[in-house]
């Protein structure tokens, strides 16, 4: 019974088919804080939890950023430890993979 719930505790806080975290989908306008982010994102090269492409307008799909000043849908800091989840940025097919 203890195995069962670490491995549900493990998978708890993963991105879901569904493209959201802990109920954020991961899509929309994204601003990169300093403090008080609503997630901690560490970029990798391989692996990640999601594939993220940088747009300049209507990112509506699952991985599709755009980055601003204001107004985000939500906001993110970049950690090299200890992330919520990790990104890979690609030119094209974001997403879960």
């Avoid at 670490?6 to 306008?29: E, S």
Wanted: neutral net charge; aromatic residues 14%.
């Amino acid at each position: 019974m203890l195995a069962f719930t670490g491995c549900m505790a493990l998978n708890a806080d993963t991105i879901g088919k569904d493209c959201t975290f802990k109920g954020v989908p991961l899509k929309g306008k994204v601003k990169v804080v300093d403090s008080f982010p609503d997630f901690k994102v560490k970029v990798v090269d391989s692996f990640p939890d999601l594939k993220v492409k940088t747009v300049d307008s209507f990112p509506d799909d699952c991985g599709e950023w755009k980055f601003v000043d204001s107004f985000p849908d939500f906001k993110i800091k970049f950690v090299t430890s200890f992330p919520d989840f990790k990104i890979k940025m690609v030119d094209s097919f974001p997403g879960v993979p």
